[in-house]
């Protein structure tokens, strides 16, 4: 008998087995990402699972990513397993539809706007949306609108958008067929989604809600935006619930074209969307709406203790609702006004002493995301992290109210101010200029300066007073 030449092959089981010192040599991003698990952190920031496998393990993930296939079905066409883990999702997050998305808000928000007002037309925008919208603006041709909020102090964060100037704005502009708000923000502040709904339905316009902070609440006992009165909501399932990266859901009302909208998530998105994370979707979901509801309260009240627990034995003050009565119960914003500190410090010091990593900060906040995947150790870090470095630092007065960033006048649309010839200078060299591409500091992705607007010394010199001092270069259009 003839034996073979060819070595051995390793049953399945050895098959799954992965040589960590190959990875480690080979994959220098798989090995970073190994150290900092294998680090133990305590992750106060988004996905939301915070590297807790609660559903299935590395091995299986691979197992179950598939393609379009037998028994799989499509997600573009809206047909078997997928459009049925969608129906369930519509159910519980209170929508007349809902679509999977593995691009993540950034698709929704897209396929919301070309669906909602269409190539060429026009939006009133909550100031602090997310620069996909400004994408969208300039892939589009759409013309925004802007409509900006009062800071509550001392944290220096936008509270309630004006309805009165909203509505001021719908009479002056006709041609705007939606309004897009973002709620809640990044800093956990909710906007008054029931008063624009009644607002914009008045008018005969879509309101439009970029919720992608809000997936949890539902477990937490809050409405979604749809069930407040918005036509089409997106939410980003792995920002706040245990979803892989990417997966998101975009809630439609039945006032929309449900079809046009499959076909703009088609347009926006990935010809070959991933299962996993679709998978992932379906579980986060079935997740928070079995056991996982009691783990998200349980979070909640968790985020309220530490929150009086800052207020009685730190020097930092936390966001709560004495200051804005609507908050994500969930979300965690630490200021440091008012000590010799930043926030941007604070962060720092979190990580190299304690190990605890916030969502994100600035020059007078820390943010941190809780969610039911949260361990008792990892907040008893968050506490002891915080309390300590409470203690070095000194009071000082709380700094002057924060002045808001000025309005800027259009000079071009953002589409051909996006598509212009255009070059990179300093700040200063930037001033009477045009922007070419948004100015936007990353997080929380909310653009200062949007392509086509005119760059005065006024916002130079609040770039540069306030946190982000780090932007070195301006993109500016070349005329």
């Not at 915070?50 to 990513?65: C, N, Q, T, V």
């Not at 069930?227 to 039945?254: F, M, N, W, Y």
């Not at 056991?291 to 998200?296: E, M, P």
Request: glycine fraction near 8%.
């Amino acid at each position: 008998m003839r034996r073979s030449t060819q070595p051995p092959q390793p049953g399945r089981r050895a098959r799954r087995q992965i040589d960590r010192t190959l990875l480690f040599a080979d994959a220098p991003l798989f090995h970073a990402l190994q150290l900092l698990a294998t680090g133990e952190p305590a992750r106060f920031h988004m996905p939301g699972h915070k590297g807790a496998p609660l559903f299935h393990s590395y091995a299986e993930l691979f197992a179950i990513d598939f393609t379009e296939t037998y028994g799989t079905g499509d997600l573009y066409t809206g047909q078997g397993p997928i459009r049925d883990a969608e129906r369930a999702a519509a159910r519980y997050f209170g929508a007349d539809d809902c679509f999977f998305l593995t691009g993540g808000s950034s698709q929704g928000i897209l396929s919301m706007l070309a669906t909602a007002v269409g190539r060429g037309g026009s939006v009133l925008l909550d100031r602090e949306c997310h620069k996909s919208v400004c994408h969208a603006c300039a892939l589009l041709d759409i013309t925004p609108y802007f409509l900006s909020a009062p800071l509550i102090e001392p944290f220096a964060v936008s509270g309630d958008l004006p309805l009165d100037e909203a509505a001021r704005l719908l009479r002056a502009h006709p041609a705007i067929g939606a309004v897009l708000l973002t709620s809640p923000t990044y800093y956990g502040v909710r906007r008054a989604i029931p008063d624009f709904a009644a607002l914009c339905h008045d008018h005969g316009k879509l309101l439009l809600v970029d919720g992608a902070h809000g997936a949890h609440f539902p477990a937490v006992g809050l409405p979604t935006p749809t069930q407040e009165g918005a036509d089409l909501a997106v939410l980003s399932i792995h920002k706040t619930l245990p979803c892989l990266g990417q997966g998101a859901v975009l809630l439609a009302d039945r006032r929309i074209d449900r079809a046009a909208l499959r076909e703009h998530t088609a347009l926006f998105g990935t010809s070959s969307p991933s299962y996993p994370i679709m998978a992932s979707i379906d579980l986060a979901r079935a997740y928070v709406e079995g056991a996982g509801r009691t783990a998200y309260r349980r979070a909640a009240a968790v985020c309220g203790e530490v929150r009086a627990f800052l207020e009685r034995r730190t020097a930092f003050l936390p966001l709560t609702s004495a200051h804005f009565a609507s908050l994500d119960p969930c979300r965690l914003t630490v200021c440091t006004a008012g000590t010799d500190t930043t926030g941007h410090r604070l962060a720092d010091m979190l990580w190299s002493e304690h190990g605890v990593a916030c969502e994100m900060a600035d020059d007078r906040n820390a943010v941190f995301i809780l969610t039911g995947a949260d361990s008792s150790s990892a907040v008893h870090r968050l506490r002891r992290g915080l309390r300590s470095v409470s203690r070095r630092r000194q009071r000082v007065p709380l700094p002057a109210p924060a002045a808001a960033f000025p309005p800027a006048e259009r000079a071009l649309s953002v589409r051909d101010a996006w598509f212009a010839p255009h070059r990179r200078v300093t700040p200063t060299a930037a001033e009477g200029r045009i922007c070419a591409r948004p100015v936007t500091p990353y997080p929380p992705g909310v653009p200062l300066l949007w392509p086509g607007e005119k760059i005065t010394r006024a916002h130079i010199e609040l770039i540069r007073e306030r946190w982000y001092n780090d932007i070195g270069e301006i993109a500016v259009v070349v005329s």
